[in-house]
């Protein structure tokens, strides 16, 4: 009997159902934590980077990424991980920042050129009404990649994604 | 966290040693200033502080994880047993991170100087030629950026707050200020690593250290820098007494029950 095979499309497909722990309303492929699937045979090797270094749910992250592979049939799965190129805000996907918005978590500003060393925050929209009257009211919030505003146009408290 | 690069097993004995201690120094620094920061919990001003201070010890304790990952690539070594089961003659922290916590003041002025110096320092490593190291400053400087922002905004706000509050962040400043220059005294062997482009030079952070938090405390809040004492400060084998009484605390549950499961 051979081993199970699958295609590197099954296999991101299957890791596009993994939620991020701390924010169920996206996945790890939406969050674009997910940098490389390769397939051997029965051997699947899946590389992840992380988001903040100091994130709680690593763990979780590996060990969920490993199961959802493993429920494919695969006997042998290697997740990795890397920090070449840095994980950024600029990856998460279009429609995941959407659901992220509709969430009430203001998606992140584009960190792209923004200088590295800077005492300004970036500029942050309400994800009620789209304003961008906000007032910073925590620079840490309850996970490490997210701060807490209030909006003075609809009053609303919410929380924003770091740009990092 | 990283997978091993194959320029680790190019580095001669005493090139590997003297980046061992770097490591080290590195993420003791941040063990370190994190237990201090989390002492805050459930003492913190308001509810937004506990919260950011827990936010930022955590943040300190990734990139020590980080650092200690590389260290772990070099000799095989274990983060929890360096971190918990070493006394204080070993560990190569700076003074400044092992004074006790104080007032709200000083734990804001403390980060704050440590902050701009742990960015700068990460900024400029972000080029070495020792690639494991390049990759960890890149990811953990995106980090550090937010909690400049929050300790610049604290000092600002407590120096031009109300008169008590200004005064304690000057006395906070008069008792801090004595230890910043051993942030800049290299390890044995440091030179080395500089020189071969490994590890940025500390003469070229400190010039950019200097120039940034001046500009910050006396441009932007007005406070007069004390002196630095004249001499060279002690290396980072000479500790404060404070830090053997941090680490009973820290590492009582460790060493109690040193074969726990983690979970």
């Keep these: 009997m051979t081993a199970p095979h699958v295609t590197p499309e099954q296999v ?28 051997d045979g029965g051997h699947v090797t899946v590389t992840f980077t992380p988001t903040f270094s100091g994130c709680p749910a690593l763990h979780v992250i590996r060990e969920s990424i490993g ?3 493993r429920a494919l049939g695969v006997p042998e799965v290697e997740v ?10 600029d990856w998460i996907q279009e429609d995941a920042r959407e659901r992220l918005r509709q969430y009430g978590i203001a998606p992140p500003a584009p960190a792209g050129d923004s200088p590295l060393i800077t005492l300004e925050a970036d500029p942050t929209r309400c994800p009620r009404c789209g304003s961008l009257n906000v007032r910073m009211t925590a620079s840490f919030g309850p996970t490490l990649c997210k701060r807490l505003f209030v909006c003075d146009s609809c009053k609303e408290p919410f929380e924003g994604f770091k740009s990092v | 966290m990283t997978t091993t690069q194959p320029e680790t097993l190019n580095l001669t004995p005493e090139v590997r040693a003297a980046l061992i201690e770097k490591l080290t120094a590195l993420a003791d620094d941040e063990i370190i200033l994190a237990h201090r920061d989390s002492e805050w919990t459930g003492h913190a001003p308001i509810l937004e502080e506990d919260i950011a201070l827990a936010n930022i010890a955590q943040d300190e304790l990734g990139h020590a994880t980080l650092f200690l990952e590389l260290r772990r690539e070099l000799d095989g070594s274990d983060a929890d047993q360096l971190a918990y089961f070493r006394d204080a003659s070993e560990y190569r922290c700076a003074r400044l991170v092992e004074l006790p916590r104080g007032d709200w003041a000083l734990t804001m002025l403390r980060q704050f100087l440590f902050d701009a110096y742990e960015a700068l320092w990460l900024d400029a490593a972000r080029g070495s030629t020792y690639a494991p ?15 400049l922002q929050h300790s ?8 031009l707050g109300t008169d008590e509050s200004r005064r304690r962040t000057e006395q906070a400043l008069n008792g801090l200020w004595p230890h910043v220059g051993q942030l800049f005294v290299p390890l ?24 940034f938090v001046t500009s910050h405390l006396r441009g932007k809040c007005g406070l007069e820098l004390p002196v630095i004492p004249e001499g060279t400060p002690p290396g980072r084998d000479v500790h404060t007494e404070h830090l053997s009484v941090l680490l009973s605390e820290m590492q009582a549950v460790a060493r109690a029950h040193p074969n726990a499961e983690v979970w």
Aim: proline share 7%.
């Design chain 1, 80 to 89: 990795r991980s890397t920090l070449t190129p840095p994980w950024t805000t």
């Design chain 2, 188 to 211: 044995a062997g440091e030179a080395s690593l500089a020189a071969a482009g490994l590890v940025p030079d500390l003469d070229q952070v400190r010039v950019r250290w200097e120039n």
């Design chain 2, 133 to 147: 190291l390049a990759e960890v400053a890149a990811k953990a400087v995106r980090e550090e950026k937010f909690h």
């Design chain 1, 67 to 69: 199961e959802a592979v």
């Design chain 1, 12 to 39: 991101w497909a299957a890791l596009a159902t993994v939620p991020d722990p701390e924010i169920p309303v996206v996945s790890v492929t939406d969050m674009g934590m997910v940098r490389d699937v390769s397939v």
């Design chain 2, 152 to 159: 610049a905004l604290w000092v600002e706000r407590l120096a």
